[in-house]
Every structure is written in C-alpha cells, then in structure tokens.
Nanobody, 124 residues
C-alpha cells in the first residue's frame, strides 16, 4: 500500500502561482512513477503531468506545458507540481497518483494509488 497526501491548494488570483505537494508513505517511493490529475465540477478527471521513477522523463498535458512543472524528491518521498500563470480554467481538485507499471502514464486507470485531492481555485 502507498498512502498519498496532497497539500498546497488554495485560492489564487489569475496569473498567480501555487506549488502542490504530495507526500507518500508506505512502500518504496522510488519504485513508482507519479502523476497529477485534476477534476473540475461536472467534468471528467484529466491528466495534468507525470514523472518517471528516475525523474528523467516527464509528460505534460497541452494545457500544462510551459506553465506547470512536475518534480520529485525521493529523499522526502514527495512529488511536486509547480503551477504558474494560473487561469480560472485551472480551477479543479488536483489529485496525485502512484503508478507501478509506467506503461501509459497519461491514463488514470493505470495508476495504483490515489490521494484524496486538494482544491485549487483561480479567481478572475
């Protein structure tokens, strides 16, 4: 089992920045690729970003490219999502997830463990 706890969400004005953190406990963090997904009210959960076990490979949704950066610190068993130039359409609950297989990390059904989510609200 891997337990994931997100933090860092909140209310921010458009153009602002937030850094989300996801702290993992349980099994060896470095064995998992990690991803961030988000879900806005009335919409399906969507992929945001993912990072490989080594940290050497990252993927981003088109909506995140150039604005968001995913990183990991294995010594702290934590994955981060730095978000800049935030827009109202970034408003959502953001979830981190752990992926043992790392075959198609953009797909949510591949992930084995999920956090409870953290709310990000961007005001215009």
């Amino acid at each position: 089992q891997v337990q994931l706890v997100e933090s860092g969400g909140g209310l921010v004005q458009a153009g602002g920045s937030l850094r989300l953190s996801c702290a993992a406990s349980g099994r060896t963090f470095s064995n998992y690729g990690m991803g961030w997904f988000r879900q806005a009210p009335g919409k399906e959960r969507e992929f945001v970003a993912a990072i490989s076990r080594s940290g050497g490979i990252t993927y981003y949704a088109d909506s995140a490219k150039g604005r968001f950066t995913i990183s990991r610190d294995d010594a702290k068993s934590t994955v981060y999502l730095q978000m800049t130039s935030l827009k109202p359409e970034d408003t959502a609950v953001y979830y981190c997830a752990a992926d043992r297989s790392w075959v198609t990390p953009v797909k949510s059904d591949e992930y084995d463990y999920w956090g409870q989510g953290t709310q990000v609200t961007v005001s215009s």
